[in-house]
C-alpha cells in the first residue's frame, strides 16, 4: 500500500526547523553584553517575537497545503518548547530576572503534558484546548515584556509579572485538565479493550 503522507521535506516542517535554528541565535543576542546592552536586548526580543510567530506560519502551511506529516507534528511542540524553555531559563539563570519556580513549574507542565500526549497516542489524538491556545500567548506576552529593556520603566516590569502570573495560573490549570482529559482516555480505551476481549 502506497503511503499519502506528503514528504517531510516541506516548507512548513522547513519553517518550524528555522524556529528551532534561531534558538541559539536568541539566546546568543539575549546573553550578548551581559544581557545589559540595550541593543541586543531589543534584539533578542525580535528574534523571539519572529520565532513565536513562526509557528502561526507553518501550522497555516501544513493545514492549507495538505503537509500535515509525523515529523512536523514531532518537531513543533520540540520548536515551541525549545524557544520558551530557553527564554525562561536565560531570564533566570544567568540574568536573574526571574525566580527559579517559574520556569521549574512551567516547564515541568510543557514536558509532562507533552510527554503524556505522546503516551496516549496511540488511543487518541489530543487537541489543544482553548485555554491550552490562551496559555501559549500570555507565555509569550509575559517573556517579551521580560526581554524587553525595562531600566527607568517600572511600569512595564509591573505588567510583565501580571502577565506572567496569569500565565502563571493558565498553565497549571490548563495541566490538571490535560492531565484528567489523557487519564479519562486511557481508562476508556482500556475499557473499551476489556469489554471487547470479554465479549470475543
Known amino acids: 500500500m502506497v503511503s499519502t503522507e506528503p514528504s517531510p521535506w516541506n516548507i512548513a ?3 518550524t526547523m528555522i524556529r528551532i535554528a534561531l534558538v541559539p541565535v536568541f ?3 539575549l546573553l550578548a553584553e551581559g544581557g545589559d546592552s540595550v541593543t541586543w536586548r ?16 507553518d501550522g497555516y502551511l501544513a493545514r492549507s497545503r495538505g503537509l500535515i506529516t509525523d515529523l512536523g507534528k514531532l518537531l513543533d511542540p520540540i520548536a515551541d518548547k525549545l524557544l520558551v524553555g530557553a527564554a525562561l531559563v536565560l531570564l533566570w539563570w544567568p540574568l536573574g530576572e526571574l525566580p527559579w519556580w517559574v520556569p521549574v513549574v512551567i516547564l515541568v507542565r510543557e514536558l509532562g503534558i507533552t510527554g503524556m500526549r505522546m ?5 487518541a489524538v489530543m ?3 482553548r485555554g491550552g491556545k490562551l496559555k501559549t500567548v500570555l507565555q509569550a506576552v509575559a517573556i517579551i515584556g ?5 531600566d527607568g520603566l517600572p511600569w512595564l516590569t509591573v505588567i510583565s509579572w501580571v502577565v506572567m502570573a496569569a500565565a502563571i495560573v493558565v ?3 490548563t495541566g490538571v485538565e490535560y492531565a484528567y482529559q489523557g487519564w479519562r482516555i486511557r481508562r476508556d480505551a482500556l475499557r473499551a ?3 471487547g476481549s470479554g465479549a470475543a
Open 193 to 195: 479493550k476489556s469489554t
Open 13 to 15: 516542517n522547513g519553517v
Open 171 to 173: 498553565t497549571v490549570v
Open 146 to 150: 521580560f526581554l524587553l529593556p525595562r
Open 27 to 29: 539566546a546568543w543576542a
Open 119 to 123: 503516551a496516549v497516542l496511540r488511543y
Open 127 to 129: 487537541p489543544a484546548s
Open 42 to 57: 531589543l534584539v533578542a526580543t525580535a528574534i523571539f517575537l519572529v520565532a513565536a510567530l513562526s509557528d502561526k506560519v
